[in-house]
T-cell receptor
Framework: DAGVTQSPTHLIKTRGQQVTLRCSPKSGHDTVSWYQQALGQGPQFIFQYYEEEERQRGNFPDRFSGHQYPNYSSELNVNALLLGDSALYLC???????????FGSGTRLTVV | DQQVKQNSPSLSVQEGRISILNCDYTNSMFDYFLWYKKYPAEGPTFLISISSIKDKNEDGRFTVFLNKSAKHLSLHIVPSQPGDSAVYFCAASVGDDKIIFGKGTRLHILP
């Protein structure tokens, strides 16, 4: 049983560009959350999708947007990239919080 | 405002001994607490959780203790093994709200 799959694994972008990161949740999971993890920090919540709608949002600017498809897969889009957006972006899926989130291995984004 | 705090960036423990990782929180509305383990180049892996109606939950070598009056929880690993060397994140949530993570504690198990 495949867990959470994220693509790509690594990405280098230039300031001002736009990026799309992709996530396929674990089979049976219907909720997808996105986190940003900067170096030496814990994961910071970006937003969560459920039933193709953004259900919750963290303290991130509108440059960060997302989408969830009917098959529960999800995308994270970041516009007008800044150097400070360089981080590990983690996707997590879940269906019941008592089992915690299942995380993917992340996408390492470097903005130069 | 850091709602979940892990004040020890790192901890070294002898193999076979007990590892105790600590976590404090400020939001008294948190009703669910989790511990995650993370190896380099991998995503965090769920370890163990505890509901606020309990004060202890055990799963094999891992035990989580919750002290609501002190807003403190701890993860005990007994006995510590080399494969336990990783970064451990404490996390908490309110209802079905987002999970909030601490900054993590790097655990080194010494031979």
């Amino acid at each position: 049983d495949a867990g959470v799959t994220q693509s790509p694994t690594h990405l280098i972008k230039t300031r001002g560009q736009q990026v799309t990161l992709r996530c396929s949740p674990k089979s049976g999971h219907d909720t997808v959350s996105w986190y940003q993890q900067a170096l030496g920090q814990g994961p910071q919540f970006i937003f969560q999708y459920y039933e193709e709608e953004e259900r919750q949002r963290g303290n991130f600017p509108d440059r960060f947007s997302g989408h969830q498809y009917p098959n529960y897969s999800s995308e994270l889009n970041v516009n007008a990239l800044l150097l400070g957006d360089s981080a590990l972006y983690l996707c997590a899926s879940s269906f019941d919080r008592s089992y915690g989130y299942t995380f993917g291995s992340g996408t390492r984004l470097t903005v130069v | 405002d850091q709602q979940v705090k892990q004040n020890s960036p790192s901890l070294s423990v002898q193999e076979g001994r007990i590892s105790i990782l600590n976590c404090d929180y400020t939001n008294s509305m948190f009703d669910y607490f989790l511990w995650y383990k993370k190896y380099p180049a991998e995503g965090p892996t769920f370890l163990i959780s505890i509901s606020s109606i309990k004060d202890k939950n055990e799963d094999g070598r891992f035990t989580v203790f919750l002290n609501k009056s002190a807003k403190h929880l701890s993860l005990h690993i007994v006995p510590s093994q080399p494969g336990d060397s990783a970064v451990y994140f404490c996390a908490a949530s309110v209802g079905d709200d987002k999970i909030i993570f601490g900054k993590g504690t790097r655990l080194h198990i010494l031979p």
